[in-house]
């Protein structure tokens, strides 16, 4: 049995489940580095497993239909919109997912404050002034009185929002089905998209990508924000209108952004976003802990033996 662990950039596959323990006839792989995608065929065409780590290497049915020898895909987390279930299905393929730890949407969300505090206390300009030998360079920006505009308001979204309650802010939700009630029970205002984009200090998104939510942060949106405004997204890259979103901050219609998510990932080292000085970039750490690393690795273990004893678990394409 031939498996394959992709992308594991912090080469902790190994150190953090016993793959020793599946025995002298499996032969493990591990890729600590992206392979590019006009090479994952060919690189994986031998393999019988394949762990993918969340939604880093796409699985789209001419890929899946690529890998002949493929019998088990393992992702980490219960949930990859990269993979193509049906596809999988048609070539009886298990997908099984492997969940993380509990303290996964909590470290989401405290990513999510570390560029709001960043963008509003501008941290990353200040620092890069000291070790020029400046001194105060900016004017920072108090959080209390602020409203804070959080898009989705589910686990991640409420916890976010609580933080923003805790400093004081004027706290507003909005999403497609979100209520009153529901957003009573988080302490804060439901408010029409519109109202959140245009009076809002900060957005933050925390939906989940779909068909109807890609985009859903559009030019109009960005339009009806001001110019004081920063936008934050920890969650998926396709939530916004990418080309809509860098024209908007090339001309400074809003103040800045932060972005963890990218719509192609690894981000390209001359993608011009690198460019902009009102942007925190993070290289997707949103779900990026030990904790949960340690979680993803143990339960794709677990999801390989269970499917090698014939009683796969966490099947996601049932």
């Not at 985009?215 to 004081?228: E, F, G, Q, R, S």
């Not at 800045?256 to 997707?284: C, F, K, M, Q």
Request: hydrophobic share 45%; charged share 25%; proline share 5%.
């Amino acid at each position: 049995m031939k498996i394959a662990i992709l992308d594991d950039y912090h080469d902790v596959a190994k150190r953090y489940a016993d793959w020793g323990s599946l025995g002298g006839d499996a032969e493990v792989r591990i890729f600590n580095n992206f392979i590019p995608d006009d090479q994952v065929e060919a690189t994986l065409e031998p393999f019988d497993v394949i762990v993918a780590m969340r939604e880093r290497t796409p699985f789209p049915a001419d890929r899946i239909r690529a890998l002949p020898n493929l019998r088990l895909l393992v992702t980490t987390g219960m949930r990859n919109n990269a993979i193509d279930m049906p596809a999988c299905a048609a070539q009886g393929i298990v997908v099984s997912g492997a969940p993380g730890s509990a303290d996964a949407n909590t470290a989401t969300a405290e990513l999510a404050w570390a560029h709001i505090l960043g963008l509003f206390k501008h941290l990353p300009a200040e620092d890069a002034a000291m070790r020029r030998g400046m001194w105060q360079t900016g004017m920072p920006e108090p959080l209390a009185g602020k409203r804070l505009g959080v898009l989705g308001l589910g686990k991640l979204g409420a916890a976010v929002a609580k933080v923003g309650l805790a400093f004081g802010m004027d706290v507003v939700a909005w999403s497609p089905n979100l209520t009153d009630a529901r957003a009573a029970e988080a302490g804060v205002e439901r408010v029409d998209k519109h109202e959140l984009f245009a009076t809002s200090d900060v957005v933050s998104l925390h939906l989940i990508l779909s068909d109807r939510s890609r985009h859903i942060v559009d030019a109009a949106a960005l339009a009806a924000m001001k110019p004081t405004a920063y936008l934050v997204n920890t969650s998926r890259a396709g939530l916004v209108d990418q080309e809509a979103l860098m024209d908007a901050l090339v001309k400074f219609r809003i103040a800045g952004a932060g972005l963890d998510v990218y719509p192609e990932e690894p981000l390209s080292p001359t993608d011009s976003v690198r460019d902009l000085d009102n942007v925190i970039l993070t290289p997707h750490l949103g779900y990026v802990s030990r904790e949960n690393f340690e979680a993803f690795y143990r339960n794709a273990l677990e999801a390989v033996k269970a499917w090698r004893a014939g009683q796969p678990v966490r099947v996601l394409n049932a």
